[in-house]
Nanobody
């Protein structure tokens, strides 16, 4: 069983910064891709950024230049550095993991519970 635990959210004024963390734990798996998604009230969940096992990154246009995704392979942890926060960044941020299971011999996906980011004007 693989689980994700997110942390780092909070209440921040516009222009401030946050660093989100997501740690994966479990056995019999290898990470294929990790990423961050967000969902604001009344809106669909949207991709923010992803990073592959080879450290290739992908960002939503709305966050390019402000957000940076990175990972620590030894800790099975992915980070999201968020700078120049805007009120429209307010959302619950979810960590996503796509991994290969060495018990089921298949690619699988799990989601964290999310961490709330609130940006005040």
């Amino acid at each position: 069983q693989v689980q994700l635990v997110e942390s780092g959210g909070g209440l921040v004024q516009a222009g401030g910064s946050l660093r989100l963390s997501c740690a994966a734990s479990g056995t019999s798996f290898s990470i294929d891709r990790m990423g961050w998604y967000r969902q604001a009230p009344g809106k669909q969940r949207e991709l923010v950024a992803t990073i592959t096992s080879g450290s290739n990154t992908n960002y939503a246009d709305s966050v390019k230049g402000r957000f940076t995704i990175s990972r620590d392979n030894a800790k099975n942890t992915v980070y999201l550095q968020i700078n120049s926060l805007k009120p429209e960044d307010t959302a619950k941020y979810f960590c996503n993991l796509r991994f290969y299971s060495t018990t089921s011999y298949a690619y699988r996906e799990v989601w964290g519970q999310g961490t709330l980011v609130t940006v005040s004007s």
